[in-house]
């Protein structure tokens, strides 16, 4: 099992519409949850990030945490062509006193106007 | 305040050449990562590095890639006898302290290394 899982895609959403992207995580310990855009040809981009189970708005963007799911989630309101890229989910892990990421393979959203 | 600086931002091989990729951390920032990302995947990462210092190397194919940052200068990545596997986006990253977790860890733009 990887540490990190997401559906790859890709992912299609009508203009307008909710765009739901999904993340489970195989490490119960796992204490943060971070998700990352990154569109085609750049480098990835800190979206949200969440620490405590529930819900976590920043504007049209929720991220959702259910830790005895081992499951999070990131949801788009009213979805616009801009926000088509990959997103990636990424968990911390702690090696020698110091942190790195560990990234999902990443979710291809489409979405279209 | 400058990013981090990734350079070159693309880099063609061919075969058995060897790659160095190179990494600016942003300033102040003492704390370096490589990640790899091979075409239609997510990141992985391949080491950590303080200055002068390798802290964990665990993500490193165990030939043919090597990782410094010293005193002085940028950290350099470099791969030598390149294969065609090893065509990939390498991205760096950096961090102000030893906790480079999403929030304090700021990544480069990228460097594309294509084997032909």
């Known amino acids: 099992q990887k540490e990190v899982e997401q559906n790859s895609g890709p992912l299609s959403v009508p203009e307008g519409a909710i765009a739901s992207l999904n993340c489970t995580y195989s490490?119960?310990?796992?204490?943060?949850f971070f998700w990352y855009r990154q569109y085609s040809g750049k480098s990835p981009e800190l979206i949200m990030f969440i620490y405590s189970n529930g819900d976590k708005e920043d504007g049209r963007f929720t991220a959702q945490l259910n830790k005895a799911s081992q499951y999070v989630s990131l949801l788009i309101r009213d979805s616009q062509p801009s926000d088509s890229a990959t997103y990636l989910c990424a968990v911390p892990r702690i090696i020698q006193g110091a942190q790195k990421l560990v990234f999902g393979q990443g979710t291809r959203l489409t979405i279209n106007p | 305040n400058a990013g981090v600086m990734q350079n070159p931002r693309h880099l063609v091989r061919r075969r058995g050449q060897e790659a160095r990729l190179r990494c600016s951390p942003m300033?102040?920032?003492?704390?370096v990562y490589w990640y790899r990302q091979l075409p239609e995947e997510g990141l992985k990462f391949m080491v950590y590095l303080q200055k002068e210092n390798i802290i964990d190397e665990s993500g490193m194919p165990k030939e043919r890639f090597s990782a410094e940052f010293p005193k002085e200068g940028p950290s350099i990545l470099r791969i030598q006898q390149v294969v065609r596997g090893d065509s990939a986006a390498y991205f760096c990253?950096?961090?102000?302290?030893?906790?480079?977790?999403?929030?304090?860890?700021?990544f480069g733009e990228g460097s594309w290394l294509t084997v032909v």
């Open positions: 300033k102040g920032h003492s704390h």
């Open positions: 490490d119960r310990g796992s204490q943060s």
């Open positions: 990253a950096s961090s102000p302290m030893r906790d480079g977790t999403g929030n304090t860890i700021y």
